[in-house]
């Protein structure tokens, strides 16, 4: 999402952009080289989370192999998180921006008219390069924007709309939109105030209910996905958001992320009239103990209470769980499965907990030895370690789990899935909920495909799709060995 608002400003100061989405298209890096060669782009840049470094640097590396002194530039939360360190692991790239990257992208666009790679760079807010003698740089951080409104609207005429969908939502197309930044709270897994800045940001709801409306008529979209982090951060925001989202009578879904102390009743109300049709409230835990260490000050009751107001409004909820936070014993989790159960969420994940880069709990999980540092450098995709259903929503790693003495945090999340959804409570709600929402039949049936155990069996069929899977999700198996300062060498070979 971030590339796509990144491109919508590049072309509203002239600039031609193509975005490809090679999660979206299951591109492996060398289709991916070769869609950006057919481009025949004058710069590349790359957004990447954790997980996607090894692919993105095979990829970079197979464009490096092939047109050597085509810049190529990284950017994303990754590199927020983790600076300049990408620099000592790899060459196969020009430079880096960290934090928001409308701004700097386009100052370098314009500065790499006038003058050429790296002197151009010296001095641009948020820039991370490598000069002549090779000593890496790091300009001064670009402040994050303090006017959302300034920014040009994400563009999704670069993307075919078509293709995004999720299965929860009515659509396709169903597409994301990122109306506030930043996060003004604590949570010691996340790495949200890190990247996005701890003091929450807004569009105007003008704005906001501007885009909506625009995207909904150019590309006939229905379904909205509200990336924000806490979406209710601020109450007075979202009523005025929902009073001018329903004036302007465009009939939509939408979804969005919060914590079930951002809502109340009355608020739930409003947004289920301006079409809220889930909410993902990440809840994480059902241990106060848990809740505590993670810092997510939240009590027990606020969480029952969260779910049944939702639930009242029709509005759907889907809650996330982490299992294995620094603490987690059998008994913790224990807990936080009887939560989920009696909580009653329309669908509920579990994850494994990560150390992601740059978060409180990364230094305290490798103080305490639980997760080694720097263990992104090592990383490879594990496609049989990941859930079926991480699988298919296109997101899943496993590197960078945390390993608690004496609990196995996998078997818990298998477990945990098990016993949330082969529950006749939800096979029931699962069932009414399709009957009076036949959008969602399709959905529903994977549903019980991935969860029980009939994949077990392994039917023909589903082994096909398995196999699918795999090649889609090993992407670049070399990576946790391969060797990427090897520019030089392609460099001097031609
Ligand atoms: C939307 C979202 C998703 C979506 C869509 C992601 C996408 N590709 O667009 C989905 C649901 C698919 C997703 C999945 C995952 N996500 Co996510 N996601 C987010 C979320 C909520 C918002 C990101 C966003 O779009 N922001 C809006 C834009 C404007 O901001 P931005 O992306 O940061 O981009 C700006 C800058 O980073 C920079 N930038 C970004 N890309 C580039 C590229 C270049 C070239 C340049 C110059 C600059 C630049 O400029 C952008 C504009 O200002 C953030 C949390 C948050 N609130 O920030 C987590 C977050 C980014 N996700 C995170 C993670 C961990 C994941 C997963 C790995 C989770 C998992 N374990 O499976 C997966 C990985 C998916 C994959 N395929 O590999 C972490 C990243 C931590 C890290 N160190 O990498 C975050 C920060 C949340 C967290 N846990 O703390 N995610
Ligand atoms: S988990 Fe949610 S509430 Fe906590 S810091 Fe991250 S985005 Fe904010």
Redo the contacts with the bound molecule.
């Keep these: 999402?971030?590339?796509l608002?990144?491109g919508a400003e590049l072309r509203k100061h002239g600039h031609a952009v193509d975005v490809i989405d090679a999660?979206i298209d299951g591109l492996t890096e060398t289709e991916m080289a070769d869609r950006i060669l057919q481009g025949e782009p004058d710069l590349v840049?790359?957004?990447?989370?954790?997980?996607?470094l090894p692919s993105t640097l095979q990829t970079c590396f197979e464009l490096k192999q092939r047109r050597p002194n085509l810049p190529l530039?990284?950017?994303?939360?990754?590199?927020?998180?983790?600076g300049d360190d990408v620099f000592s692991m790899a060459d196969c790239f020009d430079f880096?921006?960290d934090?928001?990257?409308?701004l700097?992208?386009l100052e370098v666009c314009e500065r790499m008219q006038e003058g050429s790679l790296p002197d151009c760079l010296e001095g641009v807010p948020g820039v991370l390069f490598r000069d002549a003698e090779g000593n890496v740089i790091r300009n001064c951080p670009r402040p994050f924007y303090k006017e959302l409104d300034d920014l040009a609207p994400i563009d999704y005429g670069v993307v075919d709309v078509r293709k995004y969908k999720i299965p929860t939502l009515p659509g396709p197309p169903v597409v994301?939109l990122?109306i506030t930044?930043g996060?003004p709270f604590k949570c010691t897994?996340?790495?949200?105030p890190?990247?996005?800045g701890k003091k929450i940001r807004f569009h105007s709801p003008d704005r906001a209910v501007a885009d909506i409306v625009r995207m909904h008529r150019e590309f006939g979209v229905r379904g909205f996905s509200f990336?924000?982090?806490t979406f209710t951060a601020k109450k007075k925001w979202v009523v005025e958001f929902c009073e001018k989202l329903i004036a302007s009578g465009v009939k939509i879904a939408w979804r969005c992320?919060t914590r079930v102390d951002c809502v109340t009743d009355e608020l739930l109300a409003l947004m289920k009239r301006a079409g809220c049709h889930t909410i993902n409230f990440g809840v994480e835990s059902g241990h106060p103990e848990i809740l505590k260490r993670i810092k997510k000050d939240v009590d027990l009751q606020r969480i029952y209470d969260a779910h049944k107001w939702t639930n009242k409004h029709g509005i759907r909820t889907y809650t996330t769980f982490l299992v294995g936070s620094p603490g987690e014993t059998d008994e913790t989790i224990r807990a936080t499965i009887d939560l989920a159960k009696k909580a009653r969420p329309s669908m509920a994940m579990f994850?494994v907990t990560?150390g992601?880069?740059?978060?409180e709990m990364y230094t305290e999980a490798v103080k305490e030895g639980l997760v080694e540092a720097g263990w992104w450098r090592e990383q490879a995709w594990n496609p049989d370690k990941n859930t079926a259903f991480?699988k298919r929503?296109?997101?899943?790693?496993d590197a960078g789990a945390l390993t608690i003495p004496g609990f196995d945090a996998e078997r818990w999340q298998k477990r945990a899935t098990r016993e949330f959804y082969l529950r006749p409570r939800f096979v029931w709600d699962t069932l009414v909920f399709t009957l009076r929402n036949p959008y969602f039949l399709g959905h529903a049936l994977k549903l019980s495909l991935e969860i029980l155990p009939l994949h077990k069996l392994r039917l023909p069929l589903q082994r096909l799709r398995i196999n699918a899977a795999h090649k889609r999700y090993s992407r670049c198996p070399e990576a946790a060995t391969w060797d990427y300062h090897k520019r030089g060498s392609i460099e001097a070979g031609g």
């Design positions: 999402m971030g590339i608002y990144i999660d840049g790359f957004s990447l989370m954790t997980p996607q530039v990284l950017g994303g939360a990754h590199i927020a998180s983790t880096a921006i934090g928001e990257g409308e700097t992208l994301g990122m930044r996060c897994y996340c790495d949200a890190i990247t996005t990336r924000d982090s992320n994850f990560i992601y880069p740059g978060t991480e929503w296109g997101w899943s790693a």
